[in-house]
């Protein structure tokens, strides 16, 4: 299993990167929510001049903020930086969108938008739609040495619905899955599964990133307790009282009682009682939290699970805890 850590675009992103790197992860994931983050290809590109081996990608880029070409520029800039570390991380841009009042991508112009990224940063002549035109497009100065083209990015899309999993099987190198839980992994995998051995491709030809917020201490209850909100933002906020498909998955794996009264108290505008609803064993599930013993029981849990790439949040309320928060992490890993 391999090991990524995901970071809030900002001036300190190349130094958790860099730090990151040194403890042997392999794989850095930036924010690109513009009402909470700094902006995710400078923070990138901040940490591409600090590294030399660690993969750097887009966790996740949000397409209806930023145009195909202007993406596919900035993915073109840094792979002159960081030559075979970048990665294509895209979703339909949910959360990021929610925060501006609008709505997320539809899977549709998602295929669409990754189709002309792709095919700008292979070098290719483009068709693309804009303004409600058709229109012919293409980096003009590939050989101008101030852009690198004519290079593939692996892609891995975020991706929670039925549909956007199975989008992710047919096109994707990998998933990038959020409020994941190992123990239930197949509410999670089938639909990914499913889309794959449709495109006559194996669960195993994807990297399954997956993960959670890592913090330890020996009060639980305290960890668990930080870990709350944000679960039931995730249960309430995301999506409509109709179609949430975070809350489907919940329900699935067992907590369908929960999962409809945080969502009922979300929407009515109580946070804080939806929060005090979350289960305590649904944050424990969904991260890595408590002492060493905990969390190495849950790293083991999610090689179990399949996944190929833990991808971790760590805590800490200053660079240097969070820092030494991903250095705990790595030695009891490396530990025997």
Same mark, same amino acid.
């Given at each position: 299993m391999d090991f990524g850590v995901g970071i809030a675009s900002g001036v300190d992103g190349g130094k958790v990167a860099q730090r990151a790197e040194a403890l042997g992860f392999t794989h850095a994931w930036f924010y690109d929510t513009?009402?909470?983050?700094?902006?995710?290809?400078?923070?990138?590109?901040l940490a591409a001049v600090r590294t030399s081996r660690i993969r750097l990608g887009t966790g996740v880029l949000v397409p209806p903020n930023r145009?195909?070409?202007?993406?596919?520029?900035?993915?073109?800039?840094?792979?002159?930086?960081?030559?075979g570390r970048i990665d294509f991380g895209v979703g339909t841009g949910f959360t990021a969108r929610n925060t501006m009042g609008l709505p997320a991508m539809r899977l549709d112009d998602l295929r669409e938008y990754v189709r002309v990224v792709?095919?700008?940063l292979a070098g290719e002549t483009v068709q693309w739609q804009a303004d409600g035109a058709p229109r012919t497009i293409r980096f003009l100065d590939p050989g101008g040495g101030l852009l690198a083209v004519g290079r593939r990015i692996p892609l891995h899309v975020s991706a929670f619905g039925p549909?956007?999993?199975?989008?992710?099987?047919?096109?994707?190198?990998?998933?990038?899955?959020?409020?994941f839980m190992p123990d239930h992994a197949r509410?999670?995998?089938?639909?990914?599964e499913t889309g794959a051995r449709r495109a006559g491709r194996a669960l195993a030809d994807l990297d399954l990133q997956a993960g959670g917020a890592v913090a330890f201490g020996d009060d639980v209850e305290r960890l668990i307790a930080a870990r709350k909100p944000g679960l039931a933002f995730t249960l309430g906020a995301m999506g409509s009282r109709q179609h949430n498909f975070y809350n489907d998955a919940f329900r699935r794996a067992g907590y369908e009682d929960a999962a409809r009264e945080v969502q009922r108290?979300?929407?009515?505008?109580?946070?804080?009682?939806?929060?005090?609803?979350?289960?305590?064993? *649904? %944050?424990?599930?969904?991260?890595? $939290? /408590?002492?060493e013993a905990m969390v190495r029981e849950r790293l083991a849990v999610y090689r179990r699970a399949g996944v190929t790439?833990?991808?971790?949040?760590?805590?800490?309320?200053? *660079? %240097?805890?969070?820092?030494?928060? $991903? /250095?705990?992490?790595?030695?009891?890993?490396?530990r025997p």
């Open positions: 513009q009402m909470l983050c700094a902006d995710v290809f400078v923070s990138m590109a145009i195909a070409p202007a993406a596919a520029n900035g993915f073109a800039t840094l792979l002159k930086l960081a030559p792709e095919g700008l549909r956007a999993r199975a989008l992710t099987a047919e096109v994707a190198d990998g998933w990038l899955g959020t409020s509410v999670f995998l089938d639909h990914l108290l979300w929407l009515d505008g109580k946070r804080d009682e939806a929060a005090a609803r979350v289960p305590d064993e *649904l %944050a424990l599930k969904a991260n890595l $939290l /408590g002492t790439t833990l991808r971790v949040e760590p805590a800490g309320s200053t *660079l %240097a805890a969070r820092l030494d928060t $991903l /250095g705990r992490l790595m030695a009891l890993i490396e």
